[in-house]
């Protein structure tokens, strides 16, 4: 593989980051797909199938694993297969401390605190336009802690300046 470096300029790009190596099964998936690619099937022989649906997700919501289709062995069906796309991680981040803070007690924390707001964030989602800064002020937290919420949910995503729900 390729000695590729993930390069973040942005302090929220670390949550995907943190929420794979903070977890032991995802971890391991990870370093799987380090090694060799790998298809969804695969990573369920050694790992949870939930574990890896998840731990997929946030790869491709940190823009950190390759896809592409496994030729099939004739009169299969062809399979996405999978690997890690970087080697080496390089980061020039500036944040004040309270967006730091935000950011990793997103991506460690499992406290009920985090899934009231994460509640909260969605139901406001459902009745409005989905802008970062609306959003922000209608739940009374930061825009940075609602752009690291969404990068923690599976299912939601930054898009320019809103946020938006993910199809699987």
């Given at each position: 593989m390729l000695g590729?470096?993930?390069v973040?300029?942005?302090p929220v790009e670390l949550v995907p980051l943190l929420v794979i190596f903070n977890n032991t099964a995802y971890k391991k998936i990870f370093d799987s797909l380090s090694l060799n690619w790998m298809t969804q099937a695969e990573l369920a022989e050694k790992n949870?199938?939930?574990d890896v649906e998840e731990c997929l997700l946030f790869?491709?919501?940190g823009s950190?694993?390759?896809e592409q289709w496994r030729m099939p062995t004739p009169g299969q069906k062809s399979e996405k297969e999978y690997r890690a796309t970087y080697t080496r991680f390089r980061s020039n981040i500036q944040c004040n401390f309270a967006d730091?803070?935000?950011i990793l007690y997103i991506s460690t924390s499992n406290d009920e605190e985090l899934r009231e707001r994460a509640q909260k964030l969605e139901e406001e989602?459902?009745?409005s336009s989905g802008s970062i800064?609306?959003?922000a002020r209608k739940v009374g937290v930061s825009q940075t802690y609602i752009k690291s919420l969404s990068k923690r949910i599976p299912h939601l995503d930054v898009k320019g300046q809103g946020l938006v729900r993910l199809e699987k």
């Open positions: 590729q470096i993930k973040v300029n942005d949870s199938e939930k790869l491709r919501k950190l694993i390759d730091l803070a935000d989602l459902d009745h800064g609306d959003l």
